[in-house]
C-alpha cells in the first residue's frame, strides 16, 4: 500500500507531465548552454591570467639570478634552469613542465638590438631559435619564458590560440645589465 508521500510525488509527477506549457522549461535550454559555456570560458581566462601571472613572477625570479651572477658563477645548464623555473610555476599552480615549458637567454651588445618578439615561424612556436647564453659581468641580457597553455574552451580555441594545435603562447621576457659580480680566477 503506497505511502502519503509516495502518492504525493505520483501526483506532482503526474501534474508535471500532463502540463503542456513548457515555457520556462525551453528557456532555460536556450539559455542554459550558452551561458554554462560563456562560464566555462571566464574560468579559463581566469585560470590563464593567473598561469601568466605565475611565469612572470618565476621569470623574474630567474632574471634576477642571472642579473647577480648566480647561474654563471654556479655553473647552472640550461635544465636546470628550466627546472627552476618550473619549481616556481609549481609553488603556486600544478602545470606540466615538460615540453611546454621553454627558457630562452640571450646577450646583446645594445639594448636597442634586443627583440622580444616570440620565435613564431609560420604560426608554429620554433624553439629551434632559443639559446642558452646568460652572460658575464656587464653583458645586456634578455631572458624570456615561453609556456604552451592548450586551450580545453571549444570555440575559444580559436580565439584564444596564437601557435598550432590549438595552443595559447604565454610569454614573459626582462631585459637589464648584468651587475657586475666577482669573477672567479
Known amino acids: ?13 503526474g501534474r508535471f507531465v500532463r502540463r503542456n506549457d513548457g515555457a520556462t522549461a525551453v528557456e532555460f535550454g536556450v539559455v542554459a548552454l550558452p551561458f554554462f559555456w560563456l562560464m566555462t570560458a571566464l574560468g579559463e581566462i581566469a585560470v590563464m591570467s593567473m598561469a601568466q601571472t605565475n611565469l612572470n613572477l618565476a621569470m623574474a625570479e630567474m632574471g634576477r639570478m642571472v642579473r647577480t651572477g648566480q ?3 654556479t ?3 640550461q635544465a636546470e634552469v628550466e627546472d627552476e623555473v618550473c619549481n616556481s610555476l609549481r609553488d603556486v599552480m600544478p602545470l606540466e613542465c ?9 646577450t646583446f651588445d645594445a639594448f636597442s638590438d634586443v627583440n622580444i618578439d616570440p620565435p ?3 604560426g608554429e612556436f620554433d624553439d629551434d631559435e632559443l639559446t ?3 652572460g658575464t659581468p656587464n653583458d645586456i641580457v634578455l631572458v624570456r619564458g615561453y609556456y ?10 580559436s580565439i584564444f ?6 595552443d595559447r603562447l604565454l610569454t614573459s621576457a626582462f631585459a637589464f645589465r648584468n651587475e657586475p659580480w666577482p669573477v672567479e680566477p
Open 161 to 166: 590560440s596564437n601557435v598550432g594545435s590549438g
Open 75 to 77: 655553473g647552472m645548464s
Open 71 to 73: 647561474v654563471q658563477l
Open 120 to 122: 613564431i615561424n609560420n
Open 148 to 157: 604552451r597553455w592548450e586551450v580545453i574552451t571549444p570555440f575559444f580555441a
Open 1 to 13: 500500500m503506497p505511502g502519503a508521500a509516495q502518492t504525493r510525488r505520483q501526483s506532482l509527477f
Open 98 to 106: 615538460d615540453d611546454r615549458l621553454y627558457i630562452d637567454i640571450e
Open 132 to 134: 642558452f647564453d646568460p
